[in-house]
């Protein structure tokens, strides 16, 4: 895998608990994980958390992201408008595997109130173990990146 095996993960107040769980899962795989979320269940806005562990991906401090809220789209939106990131919400295993392979995504959402702590950790795993596959994709990821300006 890549050098770099450190990755964000954050939520809001809706997502302590199953974030806790996905980053003592994807440490025992070997990465460095950067928490960054909120301690607390205190009412949080995660569009805050959003863009802090969006600008850790973007500026190459962290490989990878992952984000938590209740429904996974509202942190999603706001990690998306960091410049360089990639971000989709996963709710099954085959988006997360085809995010990464087809998107080149660097981080994933995860809906907290959407999806059981089993089937999170399996979206997790698919993300983590799918890699870009490039060729067709790459003008299309290309794309992508131009709209950023």
Same mark, same amino acid.
């Given at each position: 895998m890549q &050098?770099?095996? +450190?990755?964000?993960?954050?939520s809001d107040h809706a997502a302590i608990a199953l974030r806790q769980t996905v980053a003592s899962h994807v440490a025992t795989r070997g990465w460095q994980v950067v928490d960054i979320g909120p301690p607390t269940t205190e009412s949080t806005p995660y569009p805050a958390h959003g863009e802090a562990a969006a600008r850790l991906v !973007?500026?190459?401090?962290?490989?990878?992201g992952i984000v938590l809220c209740g429904t996974?789209?509202?942190?999603?939106? &706001? &990690?998306?408008?960091v410049k360089g990131i990639r971000c989709g919400v996963c709710s099954d295993t085959f988006? &997360? +595997?085809?995010? +990464? +392979?087809?998107?080149? !995504?660097n981080m994933l959402s995860i809906g907290?109130?959407?999806?059981? @702590?089993?089937l999170a950790l399996d979206i997790v795993d698919a993300f983590?173990? !799918?890699e870009f596959e490039g060729g067709r994709h790459a003008g299309r990821v290309a794309m992508i990146v @131009?709209?950023?300006?």
């Open positions: &050098a770099n095996k +450190r990755i964000v993960l954050s !973007a500026s190459g401090d962290c490989h990878l996974g789209q509202g942190i999603m939106m &706001a &990690a998306n408008k988006s &997360a +595997r085809m995010i +990464r +392979r087809h998107n080149d !995504a907290s109130r959407v999806v059981g @702590e089993g983590l173990s !799918a @131009e709209l950023e300006g």
